[in-house]
């Protein structure tokens, strides 16, 4: 299984107890933050799975850490890589076709994504996020494709009829991978609290700017793609600007870097992992 969710914790589990060979995908992958309900999630299911596919270097060495055997971690790089380079192709054109209904310009506009429990369920934050990006649309038209309880929040927490009057501010309804893939693609600067839109941002050398206090993805910090804003005010409008501003030398520089995400190879280095221990696990 893949990911952080409570599925996946479920299917660990249910697995282990039935004595069913369990693999995990993404393991290793640390905020260090335990109010998180992911930290928990992967921390649980990594203890317990009989093979951890870690995405980076840094994964493996979290892993590592915590006492898992070395033979059952395998670095593999990130299928998120995988997917991303196959499919952006058809993204573009798709980004395109979506810009052109919505008549907003390629790289002049945010994007962005917020859904997280920390940001959403936390009434001074939410406002303070969406106070920054209702200044940011002086700047530049802002696209928020809203996940449902986003949109709950906003009429709760009285925000609603601000955004949907503001001028610059689209939301839309969730958009399917290949558009949404296509909107970052063509964004001026992403600001997001997702995991998988990091990741995403920092393949495609979108620059990023995160509305958390810490990140499970370092490395897309440490190659200056990303940078965290949490939901502060102030921050979120000026490091947003300084990204935009900076986004021809922010794509020059990331097209230089070996992806330390992955190779796009992920998938089948699982898969012949997989084959290659099938007798052992």
Do not use: W
Not at 107 to 122: A, D, G, I, S, W
Not at 262 to 275: C, M, S, V, Y
């Amino acid at each position: 299984a893949e990911g952080d969710t409570n599925t996946v914790v479920a299917t660990a589990l249910t697995a282990t107890k039935l004595n069913i060979p369990f693999a995990h995908v993404e393991a290793g992958l640390r905020s260090y933050d335990m109010t998180m309900p992911e930290e928990i999630n992967r921390k649980m299911v990594d203890a317990i799975s009989d093979i951890c596919f870690a995405p980076t270097e840094l994964a493996a060495i979290n892993l590592a850490h915590e006492g898992i055997e070395y033979d059952r971690i395998y670095i593999t790089g990130n299928t998120i890589v995988d997917i991303v380079l196959k499919y952006k192709d058809k993204a573009h054109k798709e980004g395109l076709k979506f810009l052109a209904e919505l008549e907003i310009e390629s790289k002049n506009y945010f994007l962005v994504t917020v859904h997280r429990q920390e940001n959403t369920e936390n009434k001074k934050r939410f406002i303070s996020i969406f106070k920054a990006l209702l200044k940011l649309t002086e700047h530049y038209p802002v696209i928020l494709p809203a996940h449902p309880r986003t949109m709950s929040k906003l009429k709760q927490y009285g925000l609603y009829d601000k955004v949907i009057n503001t001028k610059n501010f689209i939301l839309t309804k969730p958009l399917g991978y290949l558009r949404f893939l296509g909107l970052l693609m063509h964004a001026r600067t992403v600001l997001t609290d997702s995991g998988g839109v990091q990741e995403e941002a920092f393949i495609l050398g979108i620059p990023t700017v995160t509305l958390r206090y810490n990140t499970e993805r370092p490395e897309t910090v440490l190659y200056g793609v990303n940078t965290l804003a949490g939901a502060d005010y102030n921050k979120i409008i000026k490091l947003a600007l300084i990204k935009a501003e900076n986004y021809y030398e922010i794509r020059k520089r990331v097209k230089k870097v070996e992806n330390p995400l992955g190779d796009a190879k992920a998938g089948f280095k699982i898969a012949r992992t997989i084959l290659e221990n099938k007798e052992n696990i």
